[in-house]
């Protein structure tokens, strides 16, 4: 039995905030009806190849059934409501005031189905002077100050971070959402309103980052090295090397790892906060000492030494990685067209196995027909 058995969701969501916060429900067992426009919606179309398959549509979108309603027709919006009554969450990212407008707001289907959990996505949030303003991924890395957090300085340009990262973190606060409407529902019988939004969930993720600049007034800027030990090397095979070690102990076997004992045993080298505060006296040492032999020498001594470190990997390595594979962090689908696609499931781990096939995502309206019948029962 998985998490989510008997829950079903009706999904008015698109793009990626609200799709990957049901998709992670679908994964853990949920019954999540994706409602779309004739057209389909528009993540269907983004970043497609030649043979119009979108890998952004599926991955965020697997294992959910597809209906075609549209909102703009009286008749379509009453078969939304009898579908509301049979459902136990509404999910929606629309701009502010789309959902009313349909008469399917949470008023309105809350009057139909009392236990409904109805969890929106904003941009801004559901309240003030931006509440009704469009909200983009980009546009909430730089309202929250990420964008800038990521640059190198005050006096640098503005970096963004992976675009999509506002969008999949408010995901996985949008699915938090939903599991707490429901468990607050089993306690009090009554359903509620919860709304997310993308400003609200990147502050949340940065909060140690802006408590210290508020509270001491030291804001941390993005370094290629955080300090010398902690930060990417390039080794002689032109891969990269990530360290992050942070003690003196992993100093001294950084030190015996690259034949140099003269730096651990050096007095002021040995000082973490000296290396800190001298950075460009002591990385160029360690540049200097891994570009002289490739990356696997290198891991494998750190990795005797307790150093923490990893290989820096490109997404096309993943595949080939025991670690990866033997958690099934990545799995595969076959699809209809494409035949085997490689997707990213939900990260958990159970004691017990849980038995789970993941399907593909749904051709558009390909479940309408059904669903519709459902809904009239």
């Not at 963004?160 to 995901?171: E, I, N, Q």
């Not at 150093?307 to 076959?334: F, H, K, M, R, S």
Request: charged share 25%.
């Amino acid at each position: 039995m998985m998490a989510y058995d008997g829950v079903t969701i009706l999904d008015f969501t698109a793009y990626q905030l609200g799709p990957l916060g049901t998709m992670l429900l679908a994964d853990l067992g949920a019954n999540v009806i994706k409602v779309e426009p004739p057209r389909g919606e528009m993540g269907r179309r983004i970043f497609t190849d030649e043979t119009g398959f979108s890998g952004f549509f599926e991955s965020l979108n697997r294992g959910k059934k597809s209906i075609v309603l549209d909102l703009k027709e009286e008749a379509d919006r009453e078969r939304a409501l009898r579908l509301v009554e049979k459902v136990d969450v509404v999910t929606e990212n629309f701009a502010s005031g789309t959902m009313d407008a349909f008469g399917l707001g949470y008023e309105a289907v809350s009057e139909r189905n009392p236990r409904i959990v109805y969890v929106s996505a904003t941009g801004f949030g559901p309240r003030g002077p931006l509440a009704s303003a469009p909200g983009f991924d980009a546009t909430a890395q730089a309202f929250s100050g990420l964008m800038d957090a990521q640059s190198a300085g005050p006096e640098a340009p503005p970096s963004p971070m992976l675009y999509g990262l506002a969008d999949s973190v408010g995901g996985l606060m949008f699915s938090h959402a939903v599991s707490i409407g429901l468990l607050s529902r089993e306690r009090s019988g009554r359903g509620m309103k919860i709304d997310v939004s993308l400003i609200g969930s990147l502050l949340f993720i940065q909060s140690p980052n802006v408590v210290e600049t508020l509270s001491i007034g030291r804001q941390p800027y993005m370094k290629m090295r955080l300090f010398p030990t902690f930060g990417p090397y390039l080794c002689a095979d032109g891969k990269w090397l990530m360290l992050a070690s942070v003690n003196p102990k992993e100093w001294k076997a950084i030190c015996q790892a690259i034949e140099r004992e003269d730096l651990f045993e050096d007095a002021e080298m040995a000082s973490s906060r000296w290396r800190s505060a001298h950075g460009d006296q002591v990385e160029p040492l360690l540049e200097e000492a891994f570009a002289g032999r490739d990356r696997e020498h290198w891991l494998e001594l750190l990795t005797e030494g307790d150093v923490p470190c990893a290989p820096v990997l490109e997404y096309v390595d993943l595949p080939g990685q025991e670690q990866i594979l033997a958690n099934a962090y990545l799995t595969q689908v076959e699809h209809r067209e494409k035949g085997p696609v490689h997707v990213v499931p939900a990260p958990f781990t159970f004691s017990e196995p849980r038995e789970h096939t993941f399907e593909p995502a749904p051709q558009l309206g390909a479940d309408t027909e059904t669903i519709l019948e459902w809904a009239s029962e």
